[in-house]
């Protein structure tokens, strides 16, 4: 049946639009800076139902913002210059722009007629988006409902048409602001902090503000500068690493540096060594993921199903250099060793084109001449996969082996251990040799120690089928006299999550690099080996997966002198990468958290933290600890008391309750951020934006700022305007560059603020957060902090002295406050 036609005319109907409008508003704009001025007050490009009007109105406002005429001959020529002017439909549209329009000082009626058509059309879209919503009736009724009313809200949310007034008007309203200030009796009006020092300088924190609280970065967490550092490629120093370059983390796969602070001087350094004879310097602050003995059995003691298996994943802590120096051995009678640090998973990498292939590279490393394209072998299983790898394999002497090696002949032949001459069917085994570099110079090449999992185990299969045994305690042993490639080696079964390890032993009859081998131990819990003899020996004399062989234990925590250091930032959730040749896994990198937990804890005002740092369980573990005053290496160790657990219960139903809402979204841009602020305004009326931190943060837009000082200007500036847009204070930590350890008190300064001069322009107050004794271990001042009230654009400014409790993760009042 035919649809009558009001219903076809109901499905034709074209969107809110008046093409002469926009017309008429963009040929007043050429007519008239003025008709612009009042123009850009009403109007959006995005108001335009015309693209090419939109690409118009841009080019007009651009021109205007640089302070040069608009006119339609050098609108013409600007779209020109951009590739535009053909789509918008050529100069002659341009000029015939002009002569649709009456007169010029219409223009802003016009633009409100633009302004009002795209209202409607929001509203058709945002209705047309609801009535889906109510279709599709996915979700809880209330929240289909909720986000109903803020397609609305969006709808109506715009610009008012002037943001400016005379001062008369605004008179009257600010004696009534102060009238009502009086009626408080000095109650706060702003946000408050939680400091009382600090309040009664501020009045709390105003809607509007962008408030900057600065440090110098990681105030801890830091390695020596020559500490090696895995990558998907080979190896970086912590000294050489830099933002954007890649690491690996805990897991196996490539992690990307966010971040990087300037080197350190000065600050207490610890030595720390493992049973495998690693050995690494970190300072006093830097933290470790580590299993205590008391997590260890826990995690024997549990029930081995995939359930208690994830429990257990998480029974590992987070502790610093120093916690583990003082805790350093069990309190028994044998005082074993306490701490331990998990291997790393396998690295997880891609498959690489390799000249050759891993077996037969591993084969040749393992039993042959250096400098000849031969293998000593007598298994012919070895023979065999050489030739399905493809090549030739034949008797040195002249007698031809080929895939026929099973003949008896030919097993008394390989029994005698002849030497054996492999040449690729298209090219020369010995040019390949060369070409890697391996030649009188046996070593893995580097290329070859980052290949996929399955190329690095044919590697590790060949040499060990060559040159590999089976101990008679049931670990693999390969020995061989050249140290480079016992280092590679055991890189590359560290590389395949073994643990291992090295010693030395003389060779009888020999003199200079060959007297001396290196025997390169472990114990796998897998396959190792290709030949089959071997896979028998290591299955009959192997022994049983223990957690022992997952784990390196930490044998000594000795202070050293202060060596420079430095730390870097990761963008994976767990905060890993690895770091020494025994590709160990450590952590990397509180003042807004106590704004925050006055905030919506003890004041119940809705608050946001967007954490570009730490992860969500990471800060709510900090707030409990710091609400609960529950030491929080007590909750990380898996040492807390019954007291812990009862002051943890006692707090945890204020906790729950608390409006406080945490984002920890890796690479946030502020286009991210501003979205997410204007639903929780609308939705849980926010009172505070936390943003940690600063410097990494992303502008998030297309074009790509030339500078990495102009995209923090850019966010900095956009910060302000998101307090300003929100009406809500706005708090963002930022990072400080090395002035202060330049200077003989450590003091910072507002000049002192990294990449941009603009952050303390666009700023309402700034913070400067400094802790003497985190530059004087024996500094009189222990256990204090100053807040630097560096720039009070509303007041004064001064210095407030806080508690500093590191156990807790807090800072308080001197007096003991919240």
């Known amino acids: 049946m035919e649809p009558s036609d009001p219903e076809r005319a109901a499905f034709e109907r074209l969107p809110p639009q008046d093409l002469a409008a926009e017309q008429s508003v963009l040929g007043g704009m050429l007519l008239s800076k003025d008709a612009i001025a009042d123009v850009v007050e009403v109007l959006r ?26 006119d339609p001959i ?29 007169t010029a000082a219409n223009a802003e009626y016009y633009a409100e007629i633009v302004h009002d058509r795209a209202v409607l059309r929001r509203l058709v879209q945002a209705g047309t988006r609801i009535t889906q919503m109510g279709y599709a009736s996915d979700g809880d009724v209330d929240d289909i409902v909720n986000t109903a009313q803020a397609e609305i809200y969006a709808v109506t949310e715009q610009r008012t048409t002037e943001d400016y007034l005379p001062l008369g008007e605004i008179m009257e309203g600010t004696l009534d602001e102060i009238e009502a200030i009086s009626n408080r009796s000095g109650e ?33 967490k830091a390695l020596a500068l020559d500490t090696p550092l895995p990558t998907p490629t080979g190896w970086t120093t912590m000294g050489e690493v830099r933002p954007g370059d890649h690491l690996l983390d805990a897991s196996g796969k490539p992690t990307r540096v966010v971040a990087a602070t300037d080197v350190m001087t000065g600050r207490p350094c610890y030595e720390v060594v493992f049973d495998d004879g690693t050995t690494v310097i970190a300072d006093a602050d830097h933290q470790w993921l580590t299993d205590t003995r008391a997590s260890r059995r826990a995690a024997k003691a549990a029930v081995v199903d995939r359930e208690e298996q994830g429990r257990q994943g998480v029974l590992a802590s987070v502790k610093t250099t120093k916690e583990i120096a003082e805790t350093l051995h069990c309190h028994t009678a044998d005082a074993r060793r306490n701490h331990s640090v998990r291997t790393a998973a396998p690295l997880d990498l891609p498959h690489r084109d390799l000249p050759i292939a891993p077996f037969v590279l591993g084969s040749w490393l393992g039993d042959s001449h250096s400098d000849a394209a031969r293998i000593t072998s007598a298994d012919p299983e070895i023979v065999r996969r050489i030739a399905d790898d493809g090549f030739e394999v034949r008797r040195a002497g002249g007698t031809s082996i080929t895939h026929a ?8 032949e390989l029994t005698e251990r002849p030497r054996v001459v492999c040449s690729r069917r298209h090219d020369g085994l010995l040019a390949r040799l060369e070409d890697l570099g391996v030649l009188g110079n046996k070593h893995i090449p580097q290329v070859y120690l980052r290949g996929s999992i399955a190329q690095r185990r044919e590697l590790l299969a060949g040499l060990l089928d060559t040159d590999g045994t089976v101990t008679s305690t049931g670990s693999v042993r390969f020995a061989v006299t050249d140290k480079a490639l016992a280092d590679g080696f055991r890189e590359l079964v560290t590389s395949l999550g073994y643990r291992s390890g090295v010693r030395t032993k003389p060779v009888k009859g020999r003199s200079g690099r060959s007297s001396t081998a290196y025997l390169v131990t472990f114990t796998p819990t897998d396959e190792v080996f290709g030949l089959e003899r071997k896979r028998r020996a290591l299955a009959e004399r192997g022994r049983p997966a223990t957690p022992g062989l997952r784990q390196r234990f930490i044998t000594d925590v000795r202070e050293v002198a202060s060596v420079p250091v430095r730390c870097v930032q990761v963008d994976n ?55 609960a005053r529950v030491a929080l290496h007590h909750m990380r160790s898996g040492s807390m008391t019954d007291e812990d657990w009862n002051r943890l219960a006692r707090q945890m139903a204020e906790v729950n309750e608390a409006p406080l809402y945490i984002d920890d979204s890796p690479n946030l841009s502020m286009m991210e951020i501003r979205a997410k602020c204007r639903r929780l305004r609308q939705r849980n009326a926010l009172q505070l934006v936390i943003i940690d931190y600063l410097q990494l943060m992303q502008t998030g837009g297309s ?50 603020l990294r990449e941009s001069g603009s952050i303390e322009q666009d700023a309402d107050m700034v913070i400067l957060l400094h802790r003497e004794d985190a530059y004087e271990k024996e500094s009189p001042r222990a256990g204090e902090a100053d807040l630097i009230v560096a720039k009070h654009r509303n007041g004064p400014t001064a210095t407030i002295t806080v508690a500093f409790q590191g156990h807790y993760s807090r800072f308080v009042n001197m007096e003991g406050g919240f």
């Open 45 to 70: 490009g995005a108001d335009f139902y015309k693209p090419a009007h939109e690409t118009i109105y841009g080019a007009i406002i651009d021109l205007y913002a640089k302070g040069e005429p608009a």
């Open 74 to 102: 050098t609108i013409s020529a600007e779209l020109t210059k951009r590739g535009e002017l053909a789509k918008v439909g050529g100069a002659g549209y341009v000029h015939s722009l002009v002569h649709m329009v009456p």
């Open 188 to 220: 706060m009006t702003g946000v408050p902090t939680g400091f009382t020092d600090l309040d009664s300088l501020t009045n709390g924190l105003h809607p509007g503000q962008m408030v900057v609280i600065a440090a110098r970065p990681a105030m801890g």
């Open 405 to 412: 090696v099973g003949l008896s002949v030919a097993e008394r």
């Open 573 to 627: 959730p767990d905060h890993l990468y690895l770091a020494t040749r025994s590709m160990i896994p450590t952590h990397n990198s509180t003042l807004a958290l106590d704004f925050a937990r006055a905030c919506s804890i003890k004041h119940k005002l809705p608050s946001v933290i967007f954490s570009l740092e730490m992860g969500r369980n990471e800060i709510a573990m900090r707030l409990l600890s710091a609400e």
């Open 703 to 752: 074009r790509r700022p030339e500078s990495r000082q102009q995209e923090v200007s850019e966010m900095s500036r956009n910060l302000k305007l998101l307090a300003k847009e929100l009406e809500v204070p706005v708090v963002a930590l930022s990072q400080l560059n090395r002035g202060p350890e330049q200077r003989t008190d450590k003091k910072p300064m507002i000049s002192d």
